[in-house]
């Protein structure tokens, strides 16, 4: 199972970035998925998840209105779409398998500074 993350950057405040997370090892259209993030000296936490289909989404409320989650199961990737970015969004942005978190990928470092 590996997961790759891509699309961080830095990026000024009300800024906005798309992650991406190209998936292999296991069947991806049979999972639902979730991006999570963690801030520096922070735990990880959850940002938002959509079922297998793609047909519900649900989203933290600190993200809610700002962040998309999306996913094209034919190219096995999920994507975060990130607007209106704020300071308190950095950190290190990670997909996983709703349900399934025995292993994870790098992440990408996503910064929203002036």
């Known amino acids: 199972v590996q997961f790759v993350e891509s699309g961080g950057g830095l990026v000024q405040p009300g800024g906005s970035l798309r992650l991406s997370c190209a998936v292999s090892?296991?069947?991806?259209?049979?999972?639902?998925m979730r991006w999570y993030r963690q801030a520096p000296g922070k735990e990880r936490e959850w940002v938002a998840t959509?079922?297998?289909?793609?047909?519900?989404?649900n989203y933290a409320g600190s993200v809610k209105g700002r962040f998309t989650i999306s996913r094209i199961n034919a190219k096995k990737t999920a994507y975060l779409q990130m607007n209106s970015l704020k300071p308190e969004d950095t950190g290190v942005y990670y997909c996983?398998?709703?349900?399934?978190?025995?292993?994870w990928g790098q992440g990408t470092q996503v910064t929203a500074s002036s």
């Open positions: 996983n398998r709703q349900g399934v978190t025995d292993s």
């Open positions: 090892g296991f069947t991806f259209s049979n999972y639902g």
């Open positions: 959509i079922t297998s289909a793609g047909g519900s989404t």
